[in-house]
Structure formats: C-alpha cells, structure tokens
C-alpha cells in the first residue's frame, strides 16, 4: 500500500491508543517518535526490542500516568495494526501470550527487529522533510510542549551503544 505525506501524518493523529485515567497512553507515540529520532539522527531504519525497551521502556515510567504499565512490548507489537510499521518475527506464536499481548521476555531474548513498513520507509526516504514534521506532529498531539527537548534527547540516544 503507498501512501503520501498528508495520509501519513493523518495515521500518526489517529493512531489507536488504549485509553487511560489520564488521557490515551503514550505508549505508540513514544515508539514512533523513537523510531523516526533513530532514522534522523543514526540512518537506523530498523529498532531491536532490546535497544527500544531500555530507551522507550525509561521515557514510558516517566510519561505513562499512574497505573499505566511501561510495556514497550506491547507498542513495538501492536503498532502493526496501524498499517505503517512492521515486526521482522519468523514465530509470533512464541511471542504473544493468551490474550495477544507481548512477552517481554521472549522478545528481549529473541531480540527481534522493526520498523516503518517499507513503503511509509520509502515515503520517509524520498520527503526527508517529513520526518521532522512527524516527530513535531506526534509530539504536539501527545506531550506536553515544556517537555519535548527532553524527549528529544532521550529518544536520540544510540541504539547500538551499550
């Protein structure tokens, strides 16, 4: 399925978000905004589980509100149902338990990779500009402004360091 930029910012607005206490979890925003941070800053178009989990999996204790779980294994999962992300998994069987969710565990283990389905990759590659306005989009829509550089900053960190 192609796609152009108005369509894709308008998925990024309308992304499918558990409802929480507070107001929809932060939870897929903060996976993509890591995702497009990792394209922008390192070229890295692919994430593993392990590097997500360690730098969302922090941004999510501080963000999410109370009650909610920091689970980046459940983003880095379910944002397949919106269309524009794929999870390079041979097996989801042994990844998902009864009720479809994640198994932190399993993934961390098996380490497996994801990312922008190929063609919103394609889309990102040839509008370089859009990039940016995504990572604006999803931080206006989802945080508050006074905590966006932070954000930033952490989302920037080097995957592949550590």
């Not at 905004?33 to 890295?44: D, I, S």
């Not at 944002?79 to 198994?103: K, S």
């Amino acid at each position: 399925m192609s796609m152009d930029a108005a369509t894709f910012l308008a998925v990024l607005r309308k992304l499918r978000r558990h409802p929480g206490p507070a107001g929809p979890a932060p939870h897929k925003p903060l996976m993509l905004l890591y995702a497009l941070v990792q394209l922008r800053q390192h070229g890295r178009h692919r994430i593993g589980y392990r590097d997500a989990d360690r730098v969302v999996g922090s941004l999510l204790a501080r963000n999410a509100s109370a009650g909610t779980r920091a689970r980046v294994a459940d983003p880095f999962l379910r944002l397949e149902t919106d269309g524009i992300w794929q999870v390079e998994l041979a097996d989801r069987v042994e990844v998902l338990d009864g009720g479809g969710n994640g198994r932190p565990a399993i993934l961390a283990r098996l380490d497996p990779q994801a990312g922008f389905s190929d063609p919103i990759l394609a889309l990102l590659r040839h509008c370089p500009a859009l990039v940016d306005e995504a990572i604006n989009q999803l931080l206006d829509d989802n945080f508050p402004q006074d905590g966006h550089s932070a954000i930033i900053t952490a989302l920037g960190t080097d995957g592949a360091a550590g």
